[in-house]
Structures are given as C-alpha cells and as structure tokens.
C-alpha cells in the first residue's frame, strides 16, 4: 500500500518532469523534484517507520470488500473520463488526458478514505488525493509555480499534523482503528 | 512603503514568530491582545483608506466588510482569551508551554484568514484558507482528551477533503479563464477573471463551480457536509469555538460568494443561485431540527451556526441588491452575536465546570450577572428585536416574501423551530433549581457585552454611512 503510493508519486514526478521539458518549462522541474524526494521517498520512508513503530501490519480493516471496491473504483474512473471528455471540449487533447486522470486518481483517493478504516491508510488516501491535485495543475499548461510550492508546502504541513494525530490516537486507545472512535460521541446519543 | 493591506496580514505573521518564544502566559496573553489590537487598528484603516488592486492583492467595497469583522472579532477574541486561558492554567487543563503555542497559533490563524480575504489570486486565497484550516485542527485537539482528538480527527478528515476538492475547483476555474486570458498568473487574478468573466468556458465553469460549492461548502458547513462542526466546536477552548463560528465559515463563505460573482458573470454557464438556496434551506431546516437533541451547550450553538449559515446562503442564493444586503448584515450580525454568545458559554462552562446542558440550572440565581447577558446573546441570535439580528432576518424574510412569497415560508418555518428549541435550552439553563458547583468567574466580561451592544446598536440604527457602504458591497455582488 505505501508502497503503491511511494509508485504513484514517483510516476507523478516523472510526469510532470516530462511536461516540464517537453512544454519547456524549467521551473516544472523544481515541482517534479518535490513530488519525487518528499512524497516518492521521505514520507513513504517516515510512513514505514511509524507503521513498524506501531506495529500495526495486519490491522487494515476494510468497510467494503476488494471486489466492490475494486468494481466501485472501475466505475468512478470511468465517471471521471467521461465527465471530462464531455465538458472540456475546447481543450488541447493531452490536457483534456491529464485533468481525467487527475480526477480519476482524486475520486480514487477519495474512495480510500472511505474504504479503509485505518489512520494510516486514510493519511496515504488524502495523499493520493493531493497527487491528483498536482496533476492536474500541472496539466493546467501555465499555472503558475507559486501555487505548485505551496500545495507542496501544506502536503508537508498536513504530514506533521496527521503524523501527531496517529501518535496520539495511539497513545490514547492502544490502536490506529478508528472505529475505537466512534464509539467517543461526545453528545451521548 | 508598507501598506495596511500588507499589515493586516503582516502583524499576526510577526508576532505568531515573536510569541513562540515569549515564556509565561501572561506577558503571551498581553502580546497577543496587543497584536491583535495592531490588526485591527491595520484593518480600519483599510476602512477609511483607498480601495487597492494589484496583482496579488485586492480590497474593495466587498471584501473589506470581511476584514472588518475579522480584525474586529479577532481582536475581541484575543482580550476574551487572556483572561479565560489563565483560567485554564489554574485548574490545570492547558499547561503553559501549550499556552504559548496557543498563543502563536492563534495569531498565524488570524493571519492566514486575512492573507485568504486579501488576495487577489484564487490560489493564494485556497493557501490561506487552508492554512487557516490546518491550523484550527491542531487548536481543536489541544485539550488531548479522546473526544478532543476524535473531533480533530473528523474535523482534519472532512476539511481536507473539502479543501482538496475546493482545489480542483480552483485549477478548473483556471483552466476556464485561460482561453480569455492565456497562460500563466493573469487566469489566476481575481479582478481579471472578473472582468473576463463572460469570455470563459461555461462548460469547465459549471464544472468548476460544482467543485468548489462543495468544497467550500463543507468549510461553511452546509448541511450534508457539516459533520465536523459541532465537534470542533465543541472540544476545543471556547476562544477557538468564537472564531470557527464568527470568522472561519465566513471565510470560506467569502471565497464561495467571489466565485459565484464570476460564474453569474458568465450567462452560458449554469445559475449558481438556486443551487444556493436549496443548499441554504436543507441546512437551515436540518439544523433548526437537530438543534433540539442537543445536550452540550456548546453543540447547540454550533447547530444554531450552521442554522444562520444556511440562512446566509438561501439569501445571497436569492441575490439582487436587497437580499445580499441583507444577507451580509446577517453574516456581520451572525458573527457579532454568536462569538459572543460563545464568550459567555466559556464563561459558563468555567462556572459550572461543565458544558452538559442537564448539569447547568438556575444561573439567574447563582451568576445573575452572566445569565441576564447570555439570556439577551440568546435571543438576539433567535431574531428577537431590537437586536441587529432581527432587522436583517426580517430584510431576508420579506425581500424573499416579495419576490417568491411561497419560497419565503420555509426559511421562516425553519427559523420558528429553531427559535423554539433555543427558547427551551435557555429556560433549562436559567431557571431550576440550581445544581452541581457554582465558581466565580474569573474571565473578563467586556467582550460580550460589547458585542451585545454593537448588535443592539445595530438594531435599533444603522448610520445611514454603514446603509450606503453594505449597498455598494452588495452591488458588487449582483
């Protein structure tokens, strides 16, 4: 699984080091560069020692089972093919691709998080998500860099943030399960 | 030459930096107030000084009723907080290092809420908001109990994810304006979209517009995507409840309400405003209902939020110049009354040493004080005149009234149940026997009662000068 997402950021990065210098644009490379190092290698790498730190290999709990998940993915990628080759009409055909893919592999994302009902593995669905953004503004031919180092930024923000929440979760309920928290409802019902 | 606009976003960026590294809480919590006061000393005279337009940033008659309400609440928030923060030292719910990281925090958010209002740059605003958005999760898990932690973890789920679509959304819009503006920082530039509006892909602008009502639309808390917020509002310190309610969903609204003015630009693409006020609707009439099963006092007021949210948006949904004035004096009105309200709840909550509704009785016997300025909080948020809140629901009522008279029935049905459910809470709350402990309030109460007294104020005569600037704001809107 972080595995999987350590393949896909890497993927990215090539992907937006081809469009940086096939469009020839130089400053797509730092983008590339930050898709590469932090989420190809350091947050895969961190995410590895605190699941081996927790011990917490066999917990992955599913909602749904593979094969409807599996089936309900199928279905949301091909949603997101044809929602965008309907509405962007007007777009250069490789564009048009990309903001596909980048839904797909939101919507995907998304999907994770729901699916799976475990801290660490909602945390490597949200940054799916986040790669999927990034596609999809680098397929966005121009848009300006500014944007791409921030998102980068706040990817890198949000780690530290869930990075303390599973720790604490852990402190206080002895496991990364969320359904331990539901049963917390702090209005009683 | 440094501007205001720069100000009021450079001060609380400053002085988060210099209050990190100020020991003891209360020379923090008099940095803090001090800082604040410095922003919204910056924010009025953004008022009274020339609108701005550059390439990153932008204040006009629009979004300036936004900084306003922001410094001002900001700045009330930062004065209720020193004095019910030393309170949490004493009895030994914070310990003082987290004091100072409170304090840090709390301005870095004041600063990014700004930077999101300022910008002139659809991506800046998402940074801000966002920013804002992480930095709430930390403040909202402060406590460290498991509740506190488990609403953080929601609150962190759910906006993020809302965030994230919001950012989609914010590429598309991109993407829409690039073959009116071409590539590169200008399809970015809010007043340039603007002006380019009706040149964009309405297709991708539907799209668009999808992404970010329901990505945004979770930071307001619109109905099927308010699950975080009574949550958050309820297990973080109570100054945080203050500013999630009065300022953050503004916020996010804000930046809703700039991309409905472009996508209204644009006649081709779909009309955001019956999207709106369905929305509106389902979460005002939601809430009203769920605001009865409530048992934590500080969830109540979160529902009653999401109430007047909803509200909000039904009356910007409706437009024209009338309801969106109407609907900014209600955001404005919203904001004053329900930090304050929230300002005594804390004061309540330190009181009873409890936040469930059953535990606190007979506060008109035990703090006759408090309980006369909460009763008329509580009922200003209810509508009761001569409170402000009153003269704007009563706009929103009748200018929907006259327009689409069966439409107008069910804001006005949603409004009574969620009068009645309050009404009933504040008897509970009031009179009885009084039970359970009875501490002195240490907390200062001059935040409350001067928000009270701007929304009475407000009430009873709005300076024709306030009448004219909302109208020009609400022109904008369109």
Redesign the interface.
Known sequence: MLNAFAAQSITLALAVAWAAWSDDRPDLFITALIALTLKGIVIPVALHRTVARLGIHREVEKVVGVGAALMVGLALTGLAQA?VLK?????ASH?RED?AL??AI?LLG?LM?IVRRN?VT?VVG?MS??N??IL??TG?????L??EV??AF?VL??LF??A??VF??RE??DTVD?EA?DR?R???? | MIHAYQLVVLIPYAAALILVAVPGYRVGAAANVAAAAATFAAGLWLVVGEGVVSDYAIVDEFNIVFIAINTLVGFTTALFSASYIGHEIETGRLSPSFVRFYHAMFQAMMGSMNLSLIAN?I??M??GL??AT?IT??MV?LY?T??A??????Y??LA??GI??A??GT?LI??AG??AL????P??TWSLLQAAAARM?P??L??AFIFLLIGYGTKVGLAPLHAWL??AH??GPTPISAVLSGLLLNVALYALLRFKMLVAGQPAALDPGPVMVVMGLVSLIFAAFMLY????IK?LFAYSSIEHMGLIVFAFGMGGPLANFAGLLHMAMHSLTKSGIFFAVGHIAQAKGTQRIAEIRGLSVTHPRLAVVFALAVLAICGMPPFGVFTSEFLILTTTFAREPWLALLPAFGLLIGFGALLMRLQDTMFGEPVGPAHRVSASSVPMVLHLLLVLAAGIFLPPVLVAWFQRAAELLG
Request: no cysteine; proline share 4%; charged share 20%.
């Open positions: 929602l509405v962007a009409t007007g777009m564009a903001l980048a839904l939101i998304f998080m801290a909602q949200f998500m986040e999927g953004l999809a503004a966005a031919r121009g848009m300006p500014v944007v921030s998102v706040s923000i949000s943030v869930f303390v929440f604490r979760i206080r309920f969320l928290l917390m702090g209005d009683g019902r | 740059n991506g800046v998402w940074v966002e920013l992480l999760v930390v898990g460290r498991p509740q932690i488990e609403a953080a973890w929601k962190f789920i993020s994810v994230s679509l950012f989609f590429i991109y993407l690039q073959p071409g590539e590169g920082v399809a970015m892909d297709a991708i539907d799209l009574p949550d309820a297990e099963q409530r048992r934590d969830r």
